[in-house]
């Protein structure tokens, strides 16, 4: 079997999954069309913040290991395995996910292709997709050559996608072969020697896994959040009841956290591609499901806003607010969804001059919502400001002195939109602190 693999998609998680791969010991191309992508990498930059990826890509573009091309014709040559890693955005005209460019790459590769070939699809795909591709690869193969579809899904976070690659919790495989999983087996040997469990599948299954995990870890969220809503109504403090919950192992205290709600280029596309999905397979009572989880997570977007425009006295026209944190979560310069930027834009359409700080995210905020300001700094972002939005939860932000802060502010008031800053010590120095889900705060 060969050690080379090859690798189509150089985004987030192509770029870090072969850097991974690369890692692991393997001679690992990666194709993708866009050229200048492809110049930047190969000259070791990396076109997003990921920690500890910059290190790796260095590391093994100087070493040859790693490398990248626009050729399809060069990456059919290079391996018989190759890891499909491109986006499957949602439609501009619906919930559902966009596999043109999934369906994209099985056109342009399988013509091209000598031997037979296992294409291992990472892509999160709506279910089916992955029978359709085989059908597909089998129709395009040149006479002769058989080619394998196999499915095995990302479970990577952005800000740990090297632990999380490299010491996953578990690897699933959708397999049609015992020869593919053999082939899977091959490439993470390294790291299934690290007693890492294997879950071997079929294709359906192995695609239902990954929107399934994002689905319950979505639902746990929007629980926390519904609970929120509950303490706020009746004078409960939420952080406690999630408290006392989470000892109970069954629930556990992870991803619930209440607040702002989930954002990102994935938990929210893939909560309503799976709603899509649903639909069109008839479980309708699944999309209703679904469909609750997201609208209780949309809803908090706007009750942030609403808590704004109260602190300011019903109307935020004209009033400076200061919102710290731009990035969907901490640990990221992504602001793809992100629900602090959304309310920024929220408060700024009502009429408020918004000034946003972001540790990270700044130029990428910019490019999304040139018309809010942006500041350079936690000082410059609040001076003066009538009100202060936590909104995501960077350490800097934890870590700001309340007091200090007081003599730049013109009201010192702040709404912790992430529940992770310490009331007493904001209050002990004087602010006005909110929070959602703890009304006895207020
Ligand atoms: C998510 C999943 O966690 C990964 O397992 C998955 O591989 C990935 O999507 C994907 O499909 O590619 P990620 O998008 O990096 O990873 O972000 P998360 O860490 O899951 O956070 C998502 C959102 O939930 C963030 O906006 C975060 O602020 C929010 N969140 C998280 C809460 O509001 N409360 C919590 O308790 C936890």
Redesign the pocket.
């Known amino acids: 079997m060969s050690e080379s693999v090859g690798v189509i998609g150089a985004g987030y998680?192509g770029t870090t999954h072969a850097a991974c791969l690369a890692e692991l010991g393997f001679d690992v191309l990666v194709a993708e069309t866009d050229a200048a992508r492809v110049a930047a990498l190969r000259a070791g930059r990396l076109p997003f913040f990921e920690p500890g990826l910059a290190a790796l890509l260095e590391r093994h573009t100087a070493s040859g290991q790693l490398r990248f091309t626009t050729s399809v014709q060069e990456l059919a040559d290079h391996a018989d395995v190759h890891f499909i890693c491109v986006g499957t955005p949602q439609r501009r005209n619906g919930l559902a996910a966009d596999t043109t460019q999934v369906r994209t790459v099985v056109e342009s590769l399988v013509p091209r292709l000598s031997r037979t070939t296992f294409l291992i699809g990472k892509s999160?795909v709506p279910v089916g997709t992955a029978a359709e591709l085989s059908e597909l690869s089998r129709a395009l193969a040149p006479p002769g050559v058989l080619v394998e579809v196999a499915w095995n899904p990302?479970?990577?976070?952005?800000?740990?996608a090297i632990v999380?690659t490299l010491a996953p919790d578990r690897l699933v495989f959708g397999v049609a072969s015992t020869e593919a999983e053999k082939v899977l087996r091959h490439v993470y040997a390294s790291v299934l020697a690290r007693d890492v469990p294997v879950v071997v599948t079929d294709l359906t299954t192995s695609e239902l896994v990954?929107v399934g995990?994002?689905a319950f870890?979505?639902t746990?969220?929007s629980f926390?959040?519904a609970m929120a809503e509950l303490c706020e109504a009746t004078g409960g403090d939420v952080l406690t009841l999630t408290e006392a919950i989470g000892h109970d192992v069954r629930i556990g205290h992870?991803?619930?956290?209440?607040?702002?709600?989930?954002?990102?280029?994935?938990?929210p596309k893939?909560i309503r591609a799976l709603m899509a999905r649903a639909g069109e397979l008839g479980v309708s009572e699944v999309l209703t499901f679904l469909r609750q989880v997201d609208s209780i997570n949309m809803r908090q977007r706007r009750k942030i806003v609403e808590m704004a425009v109260e602190e300011c006295r019903g109307d935020v026209l004209g009033r400076r607010i200061a919102v710290l944190g731009a990035s969907?979560?901490p640990e990221?310069d992504?602001v793809r969804d992100?629900?602090a930027l959304s309310v920024a834009a929220q408060l700024h359409l009502h009429g408020a001059l918004v000034s946003v700080y972001d540790p990270r995210s700044n130029t990428n905020a910019a490019r999304l919502y040139p018309a809010l300001h942006y500041a350079d700094s936690v000082a410059s972002a609040v001076t003066g400001a009538h009100l202060v939005l936590h909104l995501?939860?960077w350490a800097e932000f934890s870590r700001l002195d309340p007091v200090e802060l007081l003599a730049l502010v013109d009201e010192p008031r702040i709404i912790d939109g992430?529940n992770a800053l310490d009331p007493r010590r904001w209050r002990d120095a004087g602010w006005s602190y909110r929070a959602p889900g703890r009304p006895h705060l207020n």
């Open positions: 998680l999160t990302e479970f990577m976070r952005e800000g740990h999380d990954k995990a994002n870890l979505a746990k969220i926390a959040n992870r991803f619930l956290t209440p607040g702002l709600g989930f954002g990102g280029g994935c938990l893939d969907f979560k990221t992504d992100s629900p995501t939860e992430r």
